[in-house]
């Protein structure tokens, strides 16, 4: 939260060298400071004196939170803080104790102040010297003349909204100052360059047709919000709408714009969902519109994730359309899980199976080639197997794969919640079951598998059975 203090009456209890360093932060905000203390070091007197705030020579009295809209306690004495702070929170007031989180209702952040622009960086009371150090870091990252920059980008406000009618054509009109050469000469030192250029974009936008809409299909990745890539979290940021799917985790949806619109399509395994017609005619809908659509898909939106089905239809409807790839969940979950899907001495080459697909509109059995899948020196990795279990094994046993072959299961992969089950062939389904493992899930068979033991490096919490030598 940013206070407006300007002309506010704000209140500091406490005269010593910790004041002295709130003074110093309130002066910027043209807040009316009012100090209370029995003693006061020299440079606060020297600054009551000049009349840069009013001081009371004095202990504190109740009277004293009369019309204050902002109170800072910095006395050495703990049970006078605290009794301050219980007074401030009767009326109401927004108090912060120095040292003491538990007593303060508002925590004052360490701050990159670039005037009008200002980062505020907090822990939340639990670290001020972490703090401090990412101030650091961001004073180096963040250009100086950033805040003229803002107060530049203020003056064109009025003259878009004159010109640019639509919410929208002002917002990407910003966007492409902020992004393109006009923000970089601006924050160079060129404003005469970076003026000419935004009235040129100004006039050129203005008189424009409406922005077409466009559809980016993007990969969420495996799970861990950290495996999205730069360029799906650019889009998620520029999104007007997203479409993602029930798996798409919760903290990669954290970063899309705060103004987005987001829907649900997806479904869980066994139940009823947005159709893929619905999915497409959604897509549609909202690029006509002339919107910016990401459609979100888990893993990667070409391995199994419809992406291509998804493109035709955009494709039969002259709808603009672009992907980003992400990590898939047989590369993610398997690196996660310490199994490496090929190996010199071990596998020479990797399958990605699915038991599912889609024909006329309904979800139909295609089986796969599975002596080939079985053979040695190869990998399998079958994605959403796990409530087939029992078949992928037994068409594998029965095509001539061994049941000693190594097999595993990775659930929740790249996430907190992962677990990884290894067993032979032959008894990875009761090993599962015993587990009680749950979906999404991926099944990898091969021998690379018995690395996992030596190789598992994620989770302190895996299940991990042992790996069986015997069908």
Not at 236 to 256: G, Y
């Amino acid at each position: 939260m940013f206070f407006d203090l300007a002309g506010q009456k704000v209140l500091i209890v406490g005269g010593g060298e910790v004041a002295l360093r709130k003074v110093s932060l309130l002066e910027r905000t043209g807040a009316s400071i009012n100090m209370v203390a029995p003693q006061i070091v020299p440079e606060l007197m020297q600054r009551a004196a000049a009349g840069q705030l009013k001081l009371a020579i004095r202990e504190f009295a109740a009277d004293d939170l009369d019309g204050v809209r902002l109170v800072i306690v910095a006395t050495s004495r703990r049970a006078v803080n605290r009794w301050i702070a219980t007074l401030c929170e009767a009326r109401n007031v927004p108090v912060n104790v120095v040292d003491d989180r538990e007593a303060s209702r508002f925590i004052v952040p360490a701050i990159v102040d670039r005037d009008p622009v200002l980062v505020a960086i907090s822990t939340g009371g639990t670290s001020p010297v972490l703090a401090r150090r990412l101030r650091e870091r961001l004073e180096a990252l963040i250009p100086a003349r950033i805040g003229r920059l803002a107060s530049w980008l203020q003056a064109l406000r009025e003259p878009a909204r004159q010109k640019l009618r639509d919410t929208d054509e002002r917002r990407r009109f910003f966007e492409t100052l902020v992004d393109g050469p006009a923000g970089r000469r601006f924050v160079e030192g060129d404003s005469q360059g970076a003026q000419r250029i935004a009235q040129q974009l100004l006039a050129a936008t203005s008189t424009a047709p409406r922005a077409a809409g466009e559809v980016t299909l993007v990969g969420a990745g495996p799970g861990d919000p950290e495996l999205l890539t730069l360029k799906a979290l650019r889009a998620l940021q520029d999104a007007d709408v997203i479409l993602h799917d029930r798996l798409v985790p919760a903290a990669v949806l954290e970063f899309a714009r705060r103004d987005a619109v987001r829907i649900c399509v997806g479904k869980a395994a066994g139940n009823v969902g947005s159709t893929q017609q619905e999915i497409n005619a959604l897509l549609i809908e909202n690029a006509r519109q002339g919107r910016r659509v990401v459609r979100l898909k888990g893993g990667d939106p070409f391995i199994f994730g419809r992406g291509g089905e998804e493109l035709q239809a955009l494709a039969a409807a002259q709808i603009n359309f672009s992907v980003i790839p992400g990590i898939t969940a047989a590369l993610g979950c398997a690196a996660y899980a310490g199994i490496p899907l090929t190996h010199r001495d071990h596998a020479q080459s990797v399958t990605f199976v699915t038991a599912h697909a889609q024909s006329d509109g309904e979800t139909t059995l295609k089986e796969p080639d599975w002596r080939a899948l079985g053979l040695p020196g190869a990998t399998s990795v079958f994605y959403m197997g796990l409530a087939r279990l029992d078949h992928i094994v037994a068409k594998l046993l029965e095509h001539g794969a061994p049941g000693i072959r190594p097999a595993g299961i990775i659930s929740q992969g790249t996430t907190p919640d992962q677990r990884v089950v290894t067993a032979a062939l032959a008894t990875i389904g009761a090993a599962a079951s015993a587990a009680g493992l749950q979906s999404p899930a991926l099944l990898v068979v091969g021998d690379v598998v018995a690395l996992q033991p030596s190789l598992a490096w994620f989770g302190t919490g895996a299940a991990a059975v042992e790996l069986c030598q015997t069908a």
